[in-house]
């Protein structure tokens, strides 16, 4: 154990005791607050924020407006339903923004800054997303989906609407695969780009056709970009004919007044999230490499715009690049990237691609450059405390922007997460982060819980979250321990390759070194430790069920269980046929090897199985079959089934029952 460790064990026993462990309450009581939107002449930052409305089990968002030196914000919007996605016009004067507060679509409004009012501006059938402005003002450009053979033709589309609603069956035939997606079925419509015009002029798709215009994303949002001079839309588009197998999205773009469009990338893998230098003379976007492999390395392409020639920015930067955004005098492009624990903002020089770190004290979000490029704003969180809006200037600290949750957070005793080294597999460091209970006595000795990332291809980072939140679980009086194995993203791309075809290999070795070294730690009672995870983390509990006692509870959440059933009812068959080298009756070596219902025979741990119906990643089959599984052993069990969420538990009296759930059954086994 390191001075620096015990030091900040120290630190943390000394702080002050008079605030209370967090609570469901407390989680659903934070304001989420959105990335900062500079306005042109830098002075005002519009952001939304949502919270959770547990007695009508949703959520509600407003968008605020405050000055970009900080201060009391202004709501501007109802905040009655879903008010989100604040975007200013070119002249300042009016704040774009989508709402479903007229309806069960979101439409977009436009707040007039001067008058305080808003009206509303598209009545699209298919609702609208993700609003960009004209650089003239003049219009505005919306994500909605669009049924192909109508486009934004009225007419057509009440009567493809009409013919839906009287169909006398809600059967369906099916003659393709990626039917459905994430956790909803494939509809007739697709997403397509619409311009919308705020004078005179008619609506226009500007991505007609059969797919999608941009692709599904779990984020969503920044796959489209328009050129500075107003004449050009750029876009990612998945054109394969079997989207089940293809990672492919290539970028298009297509003049905004007509014309035909033109591919302008052609790599076999992933290229998405366009930007526009501010100069025009540029285009910026991340690109795979490999075909089918969606963790591949995310890599910064520049496009030359006059002379057409492409080229790879930063050819030695090792870790994923999660966001972009560019200077104001064209000259850097600030990226996003994970480096160990944390989520650092840098800087890459278009000259020569050199990179260098601007701002790695937590994580970070959601950046935008003021347009004189002297500040910087994003979003910032940690482990210890949700997002906030800051601004950094160069050469100075990041100053915090919004106050909406300092009231709360000063009543609560949030643990700040230390980093912890050791041996994995072969020798390799492994890290995780650790957060103690609320008014820590390192005299005393605590039961801990090891929370297992999913991905596998992800992290643990310093950054807040509403699911798996380490807090909650510190709260009860445990030990939090959070390791980053083999597959983990911020330690270059070999460590984040290791894990493919080898699922439980050198992963299972690097959390299982990590519990070994958790339980030797003074303040830890070694023989009370229980493990959970969801996703790939739920795959390594069900894995860990087949291949060690170690534990005295487990909790498998959405985890995959049966390799070979799993492909059969997953929707992205891109990912198992990466991972376990083809499919599993021409090369079944893998899926035989590596899938954790093989050790049934071995199951002894007391297990919760958690899982959503809608979850088409890892459908609901995979919980079924453990938990029969574990019932057929007579191992205790239970399942916590959920009939109306996916692979992530959202709603919010959904939230509440699984963290009491979850607890519950720890405290049961290791209390």
Known sequence: ???????????????????????????????????????????????????????????????????????????????????????WSPDGKTIAYVS?????????????????????????????????????????????????????????????????????????????????????????????????????GALRDLTPGAFDAPPFSVGGGEEFDISPDGKELVYARDTSQHPELSTNSDLFVVPIAGGDTKRITTRAGADTSPKYSPDGRSLAWLSQARPGYESDLWELWLLDRATGVARRLAPNFDNWISSIAWSPDSKTIYITAPASAKNAIYEVKVSDGSTGVVWNQASADGVSASNDGKTLYFERSSLARPADIYSLTRGGAAQQLTHDNDSLLRSLALSTAQDYWYKGAEGANVQALIVRPPNFDATKKYPALVLIHGGPQGNWSDSWGYRWNPQMFAARGYVVFMPNPRGSTGYGQKFVEDISGDWGGKAYVDIMNGVEQLAAMPFVDGTRIGAAGGSFGGYMVDWILGHTDRFKALVSHAGVYNLESMYGVTEELWFPEWEFHGNPWDNPELYEKWSPDRFVKNFKTPTLVAHGELDYRVPINQGLELFTALQRRGVPSKLLYFPDEGHWVLKPQNSRMWYQTVGDWFDQWLK
């Open 1 to 87: 154990m390191t001075r620096r460790f015990l030091v900040g064990l120290a630190l943390f026993a000394s702080s002050a005791l008079a605030q209370r462990p967090i609570t469901f309450e407390d989680l659903a009581a934070i304001h989420r607050i959105g990335a900062p939107r500079v306005s042109p002449d830098g002075k005002w930052i519009a952001y939304d924020s949502s919270t959770p409305d547990l007695a009508a089990n949703s959520s509600r968002s407003a968008v605020f407006l405050m000055p970009s030196t900080g201060g009391a914000p202004k709501q501007i919007t109802e905040g009655k339903k879903q008010d989100s996605s604040p975007a």
């Open 100 to 200: 479903n507060r007229d309806s069960a679509a979101h439409q977009v409004y436009l707040y007039d800054v001067a008058g305080g009012t808003s009206r509303k501006v598209t009545d699209l059938q298919g609702g609208a997303g993700s609003v960009r402005w004209m650089p003239d003002g003049s219009g505005v450009v919306v994500v909605s989906d669009i049924y192909p053979d109508c486009g934004v033709d009225p007419t057509c589309i009440k009567r493809r609407v009409e013919a839906e609603e009287q169909r006398p069956t809600k059967a369906r035939v099916i003659t393709s695969l990626l039917y459905r997606h994430w956790k909803a079925w494939q509809d007739p419509t697709r997403a397509h780009i619409v311009y919308v015009p705020l004078g005179s």
